[in-house]
């Protein structure tokens, strides 16, 4: 999945999988990240909030991610 577009269900372009968060506890991917893990935490945070998309609001991946649309 790494590099692949992410698109969502109503066709917007969000990026492309970068990096992958994981849930080490509970064993699951928890976030597709569509920029790369920046060393500030300061950083982390605005991409987890602005650049990220939850691994539950996947609907399919097959040619593309395809993900839920969210509204902020």
Same mark, same amino acid.
């Given at each position: 999945?790494?590099?692949?577009?992410?698109f969502?269900?109503s066709?917007?372009? !969000?990026?492309?999988?970068?990096e992958?968060? !994981?849930? +080490? &506890?509970?064993?699951v +991917?928890?976030r597709? !990240? !569509?920029?790369? +893990?920046?060393?500030?935490? =300061?950083?982390?945070?605005?991409?987890?909030?602005e650049?990220?998309?939850?691994? =539950?609001?996947?609907?399919?991946? &097959?040619?593309?991610? +395809?993900?839920?649309?969210q509204?902020?």
């Amino acid at each position: 999945m790494y590099g692949m577009d992410v698109f969502t269900d109503s066709g917007k372009f !969000l990026g492309t999988a970068q990096e992958f968060l !994981l849930d +080490v &506890e509970k064993g699951v +991917v928890s976030r597709i !990240l !569509l920029d790369r +893990v920046p060393s500030s935490k =300061e950083q982390l945070k605005q991409i987890l909030k602005e650049k990220s998309v939850k691994y =539950e609001n996947i609907k399919s991946v &097959e040619d593309v991610i +395809v993900v839920k649309h969210q509204t902020s």
